[in-house]
């Protein structure tokens, strides 16, 4: 896994993440503080987030509480390649629309 920062230490943290394919072996869920938001620009990602198991194709995203156990990478034998906003705990993005 390759983790390219973004933004400099401080706030909300963003980076571009490479996941390659692994042997198949069974995800471990991992839980920790904070937020996180998946943007794939890339390949196809599975994300299982607690029971669920989520597909995402380029251009879907994905927010969620890390205190959910939550494990993502590769949906078959392609590279998957994210932008990944983290943020600490309590610390939501808020995204704003432009209405015309």
């Not at 571009?16 to 869920?29: D, F, M, Q, S, V």
């Not at 987030?49 to 078959?76: I, N, V, Y």
């Amino acid at each position: 896994m390759t983790y390219i920062p973004l933004t400099h230490p401080g706030g909300v943290q963003a980076y571009k993440l490479l996941i390659p394919p692994k042997p198949a072996t069974e995800p471990e869920l991992k839980t920790h503080g904070g937020f996180e938001w998946i943007y794939v620009l890339a390949g196809r990602l599975r994300l299982l987030l607690g029971e669920q198991s989520l597909l995402l194709e380029p251009g879907e995203a994905a927010e969620f509480d890390t205190h959910m156990p939550h494990w993502l990478g590769p949906d078959g034998d392609h590279t998957v390649e994210l932008l990944v906003l983290f943020g600490r705990q309590g610390e939501r993005t808020h995204l704003k629309a432009r209405t015309p």
